[in-house]
Nanobody, 119 residues
Framework: VQLQASGGGLVQPGGSLRLSCAAS????????MGWSRQAPGKQRELVAV??????TNYGDFVKGRFTISRENAKTIYLQMNSLKVEDTAVYVC???????????????WGQGTQVTVSS
């Protein structure tokens, strides 16, 4: 299973970015997909997650600024608005994947995309 993330970059405070993540490989189904982030010297934290039924959950720091959405079973987006300097981090896409009918779910992680918020 591969998770390809894109859309990171450099943006000024108050700006916006849209991240995308596409899953590929031997996938029967995906239960949930989402984003975590890790800044230098800090622990990884949940940004947002969306389930196969469309239920979403966000980290407390998001406060309505980010929106996660799902284009199809294997592609998600994270629209980030009103970005702050403290949002600077590597954003990593992850998914809970089932590779065969009735099989166990296992977590899969992408390589991440850098988001830098700076003036």
């Amino acid at each position: 299973v591969q998770l390809q993330a894109s859309g990171g970059g450099l943006v000024q405070p108050g700006g916006s970015l849209r991240l995308s993540c596409a899953a590929s490989g031997s996938i029967f189904s995906i239960n949930a997909m989402g984003w975590s982030r890790q800044a230098p010297g800090k622990q990884r934290e949940l940004v947002a997650v969306i389930t196969s039924s469309g239920t979403t959950n966000y980290g407390d720091f998001v406060k309505g600024r980010f929106t996660i959405s799902r284009e199809n079973a294997k592609t998600i987006y994270l629209q980030m608005n009103s970005l702050k300097v403290e949002d600077t981090a590597v954003y990593v896409c992850n998914a809970d994947v089932r590779t065969e009918p009735g099989g166990s779910l296992f977590p899969s992680w992408g390589q991440g995309t850098q988001v830098t918020v700076s003036s």
